[in-house]
């Protein structure tokens, strides 16, 4: 577990217990991303519980999570919520105690799901309900179906999303969609539901490390920053971006909140934005800071917004190099429309996939190439797993 500080006169460092738990079919995928990818073995990231919670017990028998939990054993038998929500939620009701215990000792819960599908679109705010009863900051990451997979899909996932609201701090949501439209429309179809693994994966476990790796950095983002950046309830937006050369700092914010995953949304509508900065040692203070004031100019014109950031250094970075999470919540309703755009309304990225070697090499957006900015070539993989059907 990672110490966090709070100032209040002297520093007090206490220990944060953060929990992973995949919901559903789609969920469960999410968590065995993180393990088979090693990307639990990465700083922060090995303090965190990855748990999994299915109605299907197959599925749960393939799963790598570290605790699993059937869920309505007399409901379903083990056999799934066969894309009903209602018996979804009706397994997590009958399990809630367990989902209490399995979540027990928890500062933070993310839960990850796929919606559209009976189990994570039922039980996902059930879960989410244990999460509140224990007294856990709750943040939700779900995915929205592909359009191929047809308006009752979507509708389930948007009536999960009403309920869902209902009990978490914060909730990201990512449209399958979307994603297809950044990847391309030649991406193979296996592949595409290897796109959504990753990123949700991966969405997950940057906020985790965001949290947990800045409790040792140079300007520390506590506990209580999390707690006010993510209690603004409504939708919230995950954008990650890195630059090398001159002003890379500077490079990679603008690069953050231009992200695949940001770009249907005007960032300036949040409530709370919490931006956590890798560098290394070396790397120039007045780029670094040039770089927060860019991001507050943009997010923050008139005062109102709560803005927190963070920073680590790594002595293993190139001294150019510089990566930067933002995290933004709160965004209106008006904003939350947004969410379910067309392939129409995005271009796809004009990179070249070959295999599955850099499926998820957009997420982690950079800037155009230009004279004094070199790529890196440490971009995130896509899984090598099947992937499960989506419950």
Do not use: W
Not at 63 to 78: F, N, P, V
């Amino acid at each position: 577990m990672s110490a966090f500080s709070i100032e209040e006169g002297n520093t007090i460092a206490f220990d944060v217990k953060i929990k992973v738990i995949g919901v559903g079919g789609g969920g469960g995928n999410a968590i065995n991303h993180i393990i088979r990818e090693g990307i639990n073995k990465l700083s922060g990231m090995d303090r965190v519980d990855l748990l999994a919670a299915n109605t299907d017990a197959q599925a749960l028998i393939k799963s790598q999570a570290y605790t699993t939990l059937q869920l309505g054993e007399k409901r379903t038998k083990g056999l799934g919520a066969g894309m009903r929500p209602e018996v979804g939620r009706e397994s997590a009701e009958e399990s809630y105690e367990q989902i209490k215990a399995m979540l027990d000792d928890a500062k933070i819960v993310f839960i990850a799901s796929g919606f559209g599908g009976g189990t994570g679109t039922g039980a996902a705010p059930i879960v989410a309900r244990a999460a509140k009863d224990i007294g856990a900051l709750t943040i939700a990451v779900v995915t929205t179906p592909f359009h191929s997979e047809g308006k009752r899909r979507m509708r389930l996932a948007q009536e999960g999303i009403v309920e869902l609201k209902k009990e978490c701090d914060s909730i990201v949501i990512i449209p399958n969609e979307k994603l297809l439209a950044i990847a391309g429309k030649n991406v193979g179809f296996k592949d595409s539901f290897k796109i959504v693994d990753a990123v949700l994966a991966n969405a997950v476990s940057g906020m985790s490390s965001v949290i947990l790796e800045s409790g040792d950095g140079d300007i520390n983002v506590d506990f209580a920053d999390v707690c006010t950046a993510m209690s603004h309830r409504g939708l919230s937006l995950l954008g990650v971006g890195q630059a090398t050369g001159e002003d890379s700092a500077q490079e990679a914010i603008k690069c953050a909140i231009q992200s695949p995953l940001l770009d249907n949304i005007d960032i300036k509508g949040a409530k709370g934005v919490l931006a956590n900065f890798r560098f290394h040692p070396a790397h120039p203070q007045g780029d670094i800071h040039e770089a927060m004031g860019l991001l507050r100019d943009t997010v923050d014109d008139d005062g109102e917004v709560d803005i927190f950031f963070g920073t680590i250094t790594d002595e293993n970075m190139q001294v150019d190099l510089v990566e930067v999470t933002v995290i933004a919540t709160g965004f209106a309703d008006k904003e939350e429309e947004k969410i379910d755009p067309t392939p129409q309304q995005i271009k796809p990225m004009p990179t070249q996939k070959t295999g599955t070697d850099d499926l998820f090499a957009d997420f982690y957006h950079k800037p155009a190439p230009r004279p004094n900015i070199r790529p890196n070539s440490d971009d995130l993989d896509a899984p090598s797993f099947k992937r499960f059907m989506l419950d």
